[in-house]
Nanobody, 129 residues
């Protein structure tokens, strides 16, 4: 059974940092894109950061580029999202998801949530001003 468990959220002041983790089980990362999405109250789900753990290639939304870093520990089947210089507008529930396709699909066609197959339960990130 595929499971994705996101953790590491919390309350932080603007300018602070958090590191989210996504522990995966029931599959290996080979051939999968792992994605981080977020959803703020009243808004749609937004793709934030993506990694193809097989080769380490990454892709970021413009809104987080230079502040967030996605990485993976393939031995632990875990993906991380290091979030620095957090802003109040980063406040959202953060989710991890997987999809079996090349990262170029996201790069060329956008990070549509419908591309992704399995979703973990989200973790709340709140950034106070």
């Amino acid at each position: 059974e595929v499971q994705l468990q996101a953790s590491g959220g919390g309350l932080v002041h603007a300018g602070g940092s958090l590191r989210l983790s996504c522990a995966a089980s029931g599959f290996t990362f080979d051939g999968y894109v792992m994605g981080w999405f977020r959803q703020a109250p009243g808004k749609g789900r937004e793709g934030v950061a993506f990694i193809y753990p097989s080769d380490g290639k990454t892709f970021y939304a413009d809104s987080v580029k230079g502040r967030f870093t996605v990485s993976s520990d393939n031995a632990k089947n875990t993906v991380y999202l290091q979030m620095n210089s957090l802003k109040p507008e980063d406040t959202a529930v953060y989710y991890c998801a997987n999809g079996k396709f090349p990262l170029e699909l996201v790069i060329n066609y956008g990070s549509k949530p419908s591309y992704f197959n399995f979703w973990g339960r989200g973790t709340q990130v709140t950034v106070s001003s």
